[in-house]
């Protein structure tokens, strides 16, 4: 402690004659940083409404964020032939003959006898994941819980007659670990998937022709789609993740596109030509059918659910074994899926993939603030091959030295250098990933702004590393050891205070002239820190105002408002007072002509009370703002890639 004081103010008397300050490793020092260069915030996810169903704020989508690492599970009938889960499909078996591969004493049969689920989630701990997802439903249509639709494909019937659903949540639940179910509406157990209409029969394996019947054909497989998932969403439980995957119909379009069929959204149409019957569908409170994730929301307003359905999804998908590049996915939850195993489903004649294929795979995904969830595939008797065992399980050692720069942190808060390095952060420190494209064990950081180096260290061995401070506040780091895990060698660099400039308005005492009192839309929703609720105004008059009380004097350096609606030009001026009655213009936007529905503004002032007044409004807008954030360090809302 001593020599750090001693050390800083040796650095402080010597600020002018020297551009750097040096410190050893382990040093505590706090280097003073260039205080005016700006650093990025990390951009707004504001939850969008699709098909009258509004996207899970922040707060319920965080756990996904935070965990950065999942297990993704595919097992069904497609693990006895051992092809993957599109062997039904290729090799075009008919249901009958596909029925087999379950009730039939083969070397394909799938038994099940060794189906073990608390070895999955310890597998899954031993990971380092924090969540699992399990296929109850693939596109062969067999459940793995006894469905009970009368058509219905399912692990209740003979010869298995087991609920594999129910065992799962349990075990998944008693490892501490969040529950995902897996299901898809795709079913080619049904001629009509294929033709919904009757009318025009798309080309298919089985070679399913046009024929007027199979209109009624898919109203039974939309039933039987409702019918499971409120026997998913009711029969076990909380459950944390609603994995759809194939709303597309007849392998066409998008999943969006077929919309108009499965009616995915908060309700149904009662003129829909497909009705749902009564019994295997929902209704609301007020006797409205409820759509597919009306139904969800209402035995489980916390979940979250992917795209796939064909409503708009709280987070978004990035399928496959690519590697991440490009910038941080910024405004949204993305999750990286895939898998190591050649296929989904088992497959025996499929290579592992390498560890360094999975670290590449991985890491790149961390960097750009995107969650992973990586895919086994069990054999046919419920075993999950040791090759891929093996991989998960080295992963997991990689987790347990490194996973405080990967858990709970986001990407940034600079954006990644394709091939070479990316960072990650949380609270006070930001970790830098090299990758294998990096080359030497020196690195150079951008500016650390206003913030003071505290530390730095190689995070895998804990030891100190040497660096530098830059007048210009980069920070030059030595003697980096590449060889310990060339996969992804992190080097931790903790500030004196957080990385990202925070608002300093979140909490704070809100007003305004006017509030819309009955909804709750009051001012103290602005400042929330949620971008899920809202203040507005009692009426559509432009003129009404917000001012937050910052609690003292401040030194400000700009705003950021979300807005209720994007595409919408709000004219605006920001102004600042000391005490409460005398106030200065800070920004004057009165007369732009920006529609973004998030809009920042910069400038330098001393303050303690901040007001925003709507100054003008297009036709049926009113003064509303989500979110109405204050900053006291310099900021960017832009991602810029590192010099």
Known sequence: MHESINRRSVLTG???LTAATVARPGAALAAKAAPAAPLPILPLRVPQVDQGLEQQPDDKIAWLQDAKLGMFIHWGVYSGPAKGEWYMHDAAVTPANYQKFV??????????????????????KDFGARYTVLTTRHHDGFALWPAGQPNAFNAGQAPL??????????????????????YSPINWRYPGYYDVYGTNCAKNPWGYTT???????????????????????SQYGKIDDLWWDGGWLAEQGSDADAKYFWEPGQL??????????????ETDAGGRPLGLMGMVRKHQPDIVATPRSGWMGDYAIDEGGSI?????????????AFTVCGSWGYNSSAAVMSYSEAMNILVNCWVRNMTAIVNVGPDRH???????????RRIGTFMKACGSSVYSTRGGPWNPVDGQYGFTCKDNTFYIHLLPGYSGTSFTTPSVGDARVTSVHDLAAGAGLPYQVGSDGKVTITGIDRTRHPEDSIVAVTLDRSVRPADIAVGKTATADSEEISPGNLAAKAVDGSTATRWCAADGNAGHSLKVDLGSTRSLTGTRIAWEFDNTRYR??????????????????????DTSQVQTATFSAQARYVRVTVTGLPSGAWASIRSFEIYDRPFTAGLAIPA
């Open 382 to 392: 419920g075993t999950v091959p040791a090759a891929q065992a093996d991989l998960l």
């Open 14 to 16: 010597m600020a002018a």
């Open 324 to 336: 991440p590049s490009g910038a941080i996915r910024t405004g949204k939850l993305t999750e990286k």
């Open 211 to 233: 024929d007027p019947a199979h209109k009624e054909n898919a109203r039974v497989m939309k039933n039987e789609v409702y019918e499971s998932i409120k026997e998913l969403v």
């Open 161 to 182: 007659r087991r609920d594999f659903v129910k065992d799962y949540v349990a075990a998944v639940r008693a490892a501490g670990l969040r529950v995902g179910l897996y």
């Open 103 to 124: 009730t039939d004493a083969t070397s394909e049969q799938f038994t099940a006898d060794a189906y073990d689920p608390a070895a999955w989630a310890q597998l899954a």
């Open 572 to 593: 605006y001026r920001i102004e600042g007072s000391a005490n409460g009655t005398t106030w200065t213009t800070l920004a004057d936007l009165t007369g732009t002509t």
């Open 268 to 281: 149904r149409d009662t003129s829909n030509q497909w009705p749902v019957d009564t019994g295997h569908g």
